[in-house]
């Protein structure tokens, strides 16, 4: 970070145990389809690929997407916006209304055609997208049934996002209407911008624009962190705004408050796969931090990890306060990449037998790491180059173990295993068994404590029948986590 106040890494993953409450999220929402193929063949009808289709991916975007997000990290979204009495708007209100943390309220329009972007990914590389949509201004009526509906919904939300794409959807009015009835609560406002003209946003709390949108708004440069603030003031000039927050993809997250010197956060290090939805990830975490009564620096330092973990996902993603929380902790102890979420492991598992190593697998609950552990972990560790270590998430450690388990948060218990030498990778996964982990990384050997059979060992059937080894480690007698359980008891 340059300029500002450091935020520690210790006060960061306090605040994630903070964010709860409601955000209102207003604005044009949206149906993002993506269509996943493979594409081995040039089409002898004209000099483009011909694309196998194999699956389809529905969810709602624009300020769909935001809502999402919102509910992704703990909070509950109300979602107002337009969709068309079309199949697409009956497919978007269905996905809505389905979203567990988001309340859909969006108002159905005979006039209007709901906004659908469809994209063709072949592997990881997106080879097209078509847009199907009609752009125009609101008409009285729906003008006024928005404005009606958002003035009401105010009166349940500790914040207000605006999410403007332009679609038509937030009008001058319906923008001013919003900003005046949360001002009138004393709850925030954010607008994620598109429109050119920044006083159409007077009086929000605060705007989020990338910096492209930032450069279009102000005509000036965004080239450093100089030129990014000085933009960013002037467009805090023309519309009032206590603070901006400008995303900019890999160089991370700007603060710039109108008093005060600006914070540059950098990006944490990534591997990047797919930026969309990103900046629906950043407004979406900000506006539950501001809501939750989160200083508004430790809402954007906040922001910047959540599109660290997005954009390492494909398609419209959102992040979880787990993925967050891991990422921190494997940061603030150094731990490297050992942390990782099971498509980056595959990859790493790829690297690693195209290299010639041999890699191997284990799993478990690891609640209270003792001697018993620490020795199954060696001796696995020495009969293989490289150890990946599946963890039961908490949710399934409560289903196995009972209520009262796990002792400790799967972050913690994570971050202790990543800690030891003898383990290459950890990765969390969310079933009672590792069965789908395991068929997805294909580990060269599985290792599991001698207290099992090989017949009773899960995944020793998929191992074998590639040619894979199953094997058994001499347990350390007296050691157990029931039995420490019991005795702290």
Known sequence: MSGGTMIEDARLLTALSELTGTVLVVGDVMLDVFAYGQAERISPEAPVPVMRLERELWMPGGAGNVARNIAALGGRAILIGLVGEDASGTALASLTA???????????????????????????????????????????????????????????????????YGKGALSAGVVAAAITAARARGVPVLVDPKHPDSRRYAGATTVTPNSGELARATGLPVADDDAVEAAARAMMAACGAAYLVVTRSAQGLSYVPADGAALHIPARRREVFDVSGAGDTVVGMLALALASGLAPLVSAALANLAAGVVVAKP????????????????????????????????????????????????NGCFDLLHPGHVTLLAQARARCDRLVLGLNSDASVRRLKGASRPL??????????????????????????????????????????????????????????????????????????????????
Do not use: N
Not at 339 to 349: D, I, S, Y
Not at 422 to 431: H, K, P, Y
Not at 441 to 467: I, M, S
């Open 98 to 164: 389905a979203e567990v943390g988001i309340e859909s309220r969006l108002l159905r329009v005979a006039r209007r055609q709901t906004t659908v972007k469809q994209r063709f990914v072949v592997g990881s590389q997106q080879m097209l997208r078509v847009d199907r949509e009609v752009v125009r201004d609101l008409d009285p009526e729906e003008e006024a049934a928005l404005i009606a509906e958002v003035t009401a919904a105010v009166s349940e939300a500790d914040a207000v996002v605006l999410s403007d």
């Open 315 to 362: 398609g419209t993603a959102t992040c979880s306060l787990d993925e967050i929380e891991i990422g921190l902790i494997e940061a603030s102890l150094r731990l490297g990449d050992k942390l990782q979420l099971a498509p980056r492991a595959r990859r790493l598992v790829e690297q690693w037998r195209a290299a010639g190593l041999r890699v191997g697998f284990t």
């Open 408 to 489: 400790q948060t799967q972050a913690a218990r994570a971050a202790v295993l990543a800690a030891l030498a003898s383990v290459d990778c950890v990765v969390i996964f969310d079933e009672d068994t590792p069965l789908a982990l395991i068929e997805q990384l294909c580990p060269d050997l599985l290792f599991k404590g001698a207290d099992y059979t090989l017949d009773t060992v899960v995944g020793a059937e998929v191992v074998r029948g590639y040619g894979g080894r199953v094997e058994l480690i001499d347990l350390v007698a007296g050691h157990s986590t029931t039995q420490l359980v019991e005795r702290m008891r």
